[in-house]
């Protein structure tokens, strides 16, 4: 069965620094897709980011960039310039290809200090 | 703007008394999840649904039922409410098929059972 792992339950980082929160997962499949989700205090879960595992290249989308490393199953998330509005819990997540459900890890806490 | 719409924000109700949860998509989707998220455990799924009629049980069915009988409403169900079922619902779909871009969530419904 798939796992998900975040190691950090709470972050805390100044505005405008760079903040990396972690995830690993374990699988024995080789196709995959990989989510960032970010639930700030609105609840409404948000997609920031997501990987698919054939592809090398690490997605980027404006502040938010992945570092996928497939070997050692890892997809960290890198936010840039952090700001205020990007407090929220953070949530990792797997899927499997040709399956439909997500496995969500615990999630991050991320707050942004001003 | 597509939308996944949750009935209730918030809902208390009392030990023992049947409880509906309602969650209704506009995108056509075929599949819905239902999620129950907790603090320190992330989001686990309770049940999901591919088609009309259609419903399997997640990791956490227990104490759970769902009703599908139209493609856009999924309903999920506490027969006997219990303390240990106040938690926030998070209910979301997705289209079958294709490259996937993981889930459209509702807004989330925070059950209080006293």
């Known amino acids: 069965a798939q796992t998900v792992t975040q190691s950090q339950p709470e972050m805390s980082v100044q505005e405008a620094e760079t903040v990396t929160l972690s995830c690993t997962y374990d699988t024995s499949e080789s196709n995959y897709y990989l989510f960032w989700y970010k639930q700030p205090p609105s609840r409404q879960m948000i997609l920031v980011i997501r990987?698919?595992?054939?592809?090398?290249q690490n997605a980027t989308e404006n502040r938010f960039s992945v570092n996928f490393q497939k070997a050692a199953k890892s997809f960290s998330l890198k936010i840039s310039d952090s700001q205020l509005g990007d407090t929220a819990m953070y949530f990792c997540?797997?899927?499997?290809?040709?399956?439909?459900?997500?496995?969500f890890g615990k999630g991050t806490r991320l707050h942004i200090l001003p | 703007d597509v939308k996944v719409t949750q009935s209730s924000r918030y809902l208390v109700k009392r030990t023992g008394e049947k409880v509906f949860l309602e969650c209704v998509q506009d995108m056509d989707h075929e599949n819905m999840f239902w999620y129950r998220q907790d603090p320190g455990l992330g989001l686990r799924l309770i049940y999901f649904?591919?088609?009309?009629?259609?419903?399997e049980k997640g990791d956490i069915p227990e104490g759970y039922s769902v009703s599908r009988e139209k493609k856009e409403r999924f309903s999920l169900i506490l027969e006997s409410a219990s303390t240990n079922q106040t938690s926030m619902y998070l209910c979301?779909?997705?289209?079958?098929?294709?490259?996937?871009?993981?889930?459209?969530f509702g807004s989330g419904t925070r059950l209080t059972v006293v």
């Open positions: 649904s591919y088609d009309v009629k259609m419903k």
């Open positions: 997540a797997f899927m499997k290809h040709g399956d439909d459900k997500i496995i």
């Open positions: 979301a779909s997705s289209p079958a098929g294709g490259p996937n871009y993981g889930y459209t």
């Open positions: 990987q698919e595992a054939y592809k090398q």
